[in-house]
């Protein structure tokens, strides 16, 4: 785990499961405890949680609290997307892949950035034409 920083980053806005919710709702994340809105929440609901989560975690580790620099980026590709992004350790690897979705090309992704990455495996991973 990181160094520095406080707390497992996750977001206070976001309820943390009662043992018994987060059996209902797991989400299959493998890290942390689990959150989720409520113990209701659907596989989707729990997927969107976990990206969301993750996000925030990495992103918070250095500089901007709510952006990904590169080093969290690639971090964050390497250690919850290796089957999806293969070579994730090569820096030039990450480095272009960045590029492809910093749009305003400033090194920091915000998550709407971060999102489109997202929207491109998703697409691959479905055999989706993009
Ligand atoms: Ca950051
Ligand atoms: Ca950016």
Same mark, same amino acid.
């Given at each position: 785990?990181?160094?520095? @920083?406080?707390?497992?980053?996750? !977001?206070?806005? +976001?309820? &943390?499961?009662?043992?018994?919710?987060?059996? &209902?709702?797991?989400? @299959?994340?493998?890290?942390? /405890?689990?959150?989720? $809105?409520?113990?209701?929440?659907?596989?989707?609901?729990?997927?969107? *949680? *976990? &990206? +969301?989560? #993750?996000?925030?975690?990495?992103?918070?580790? =250095?500089?901007?609290?709510?952006?990904?620099?590169?080093?969290?980026?690639?971090?964050?590709?390497?250690?919850?997307? /290796?089957?999806? +992004?293969?070579n994730a350790?090569d820096p030039g690897v990450i480095d272009q892949l960045?590029?492809?979705?910093?749009?305003?090309?400033? @090194? =920091?992704? *915000? %998550?709407?950035?971060? $999102?489109?990455?997202?929207?491109?495996?998703? !697409?691959?991973?479905?055999? %989706?034409? #993009?």
């Amino acid at each position: 785990m990181g160094a520095g @920083g406080g707390g497992a980053g996750f !977001s206070a806005d +976001v309820c &943390i499961c009662e043992e018994d919710e987060a059996r &209902i709702c797991r989400g @299959g994340a493998g890290t942390a /405890p689990h959150t989720c $809105w409520s113990a209701l929440c659907t596989g989707m609901e729990a997927a969107i *949680t *976990t &990206i +969301v989560s #993750q996000f925030q975690a990495y992103a918070g580790s =250095e500089g901007c609290s709510s952006t990904l620099s590169k080093d969290e980026f690639q971090k964050l590709v390497a250690a919850q997307l /290796p089957n999806f +992004v293969k070579n994730a350790s090569d820096p030039g690897v990450i480095d272009q892949l960045m590029s492809s979705i910093d749009e305003n090309n400033d @090194g =920091e992704l *915000t %998550f709407s950035e971060f $999102w489109q990455l997202i929207g491109k495996l998703a !697409s691959r991973q479905g055999g %989706f034409s #993009q």
